[in-house]
């Protein structure tokens, strides 16, 4: 699976967009771009993944660039319910099980 | 909406005991896993299992672990003789087939070895 680089914290201000980047310069033509979140301790939750095309679900959006060396999670209106650790994955579906959690970003929603 | 429930939420047991962590993953999925979190590190793949055997295992998943669905509901996580280093969260988490995008994840248990 190939790498993927986040930035360790940032924050937003509560009803502003979040943009979360990642960088994933070394994937691969039949990988594709997860996103999940850990809410302070809680299991991992899923957000939306996405191959090359831009993806949107009702909670999130993911720009995916044409090179597909880099995304970004796009989060519309961040609430104070969205602060947690945003994970980044890259993996083909059919390579294993698994989902290599990174150390992601830890987003903080400021009132 | 339907989601996985692990059993119990906190448990504390002393160095060298067993341990079995308990989980009923969402009922039509078919790909389960154990992962563990120790307290300020990430989320480490332990086991996954599919139909009635281990699919994968990841290092930390020595002899000392073994898994099992004892009927078509439970997904359990056992630890024969725990360690001090054992100590940390242990989430279990189900798919509907290997190809599915999201895992759904429990609550998690919190294993505290004394």
């Known amino acids: 699976d190939a790498k993927t680089t986040q930035p360790p914290s940032m924050d937003c201000a509560e009803g502003r967009a979040a943009n979360l980047p990642c960088n994933h310069s070394?994937?691969?033509?039949?990988?594709?771009v997860y996103w999940y979140r850990q809410i302070h301790s809680q299991g991992p939750q899923y957000i939306i993944h996405g191959l090359k095309n831009n993806e949107t679900n009702e909670m999130a959006s993911l720009i995916i660039t044409e090179d597909r060396k880099s995304s970004t999670l796009i989060l519309p209106h961040a609430t104070l319910r969205d602060t947690a650790v945003y994970y980044c994955i890259v993996r083909g579906q059919d390579t294993g099980n698994q989902f290599y959690f990174g150390t992601g970003t830890s987003l903080t929603v400021i009132p | 909406e339907p989601e996985v429930t692990q059993t119990p939420s906190h448990q504390v047991t002393q160095m060298g005991q067993e341990v079995i962590l308990r989980c009923v993953p969402i009922?039509?999925?078919?790909?389960f896993y154990w992962y563990r979190q120790i307290l300020g590190q990430k989320v480490e793949f332990l086991v996954s299992f599919y139909n009635n055997e281990i699919s994968e295992k990841s290092e930390i998943f020595d002899d000392q672990f073994s898994v099992e669905r004892p009927d078509g509901s439970n997904f359990t996580l056992k630890i024969r003789s725990t360690k001090l280093e054992d100590s940390a969260m242990y989430f279990c988490?189900?798919?509907?087939?290997?190809?599915?995008?999201?895992?759904?994840f429990g609550q998690g248990t919190r294993l505290t070895v004394v």
């Open positions: 070394t994937i691969s033509g039949n990988e594709y």
């Open positions: 009922s039509n999925h078919l790909y």
């Open positions: 988490a189900s798919k509907r087939e290997q190809r599915a995008p999201e895992a759904f």
